[in-house]
């Protein structure tokens, strides 16, 4: 491998470890998608993630909001309204997240079909 090589494949491991620090791990992907489709304030995002704790949505929602996937809007209201919107940068990573799904769909069937 020539040094050209080996630093372009440092260069894609570090786009890599910057994709999945931003939208990797087993909640974040699952939050803007359930933004996406509606879901803009916190109780109902928690009932459209299953499983998801009070504190780790609370945390991966202001991590997203400082990565700039989400906005978060206090409406001046009695009851506080609090809504979260995904941003059109947000909209950049469906491929990826077609892509994942599409690869966690296929990954699936060959366990099955294994036995595993």
Not at 19 to 28: D, E, F, H, S
Not at 40 to 59: E, G, M, Q, W
Not at 102 to 107: D, E, I, Q, R, V
Request: aromatic share 6%; hydrophobic share 40%; proline share 3%.
């Amino acid at each position: 491998m020539t040094e050209e090589v080996a630093l372009q494949i440092k260069e894609l491991i570090l786009h890599v470890q910057d994709t999945l620090y931003v939208i990797g791990g087993k909640w974040r992907l699952p939050i803007i998608i359930a933004i996406k489709h509606g879901n803009h304030r916190f109780k109902d995002i928690k009932d459209f993630v299953p499983k998801i704790t009070n504190r780790v949505l609370s945390a991966e929602l202001k991590t997203l909001e400082a990565n700039k996937l989400i906005t978060r809007k206090v409406h001046d209201s009695s009851p506080i309204l609090v809504e979260y919107r995904i941003t059109e940068y947000a909209l950049s990573v469906k491929e990826v997240a077609n892509a994942m799904g599409n690869w966690g769909l296929n990954h699936r069937k060959k366990l099955r079909e294994k036995g595993c």
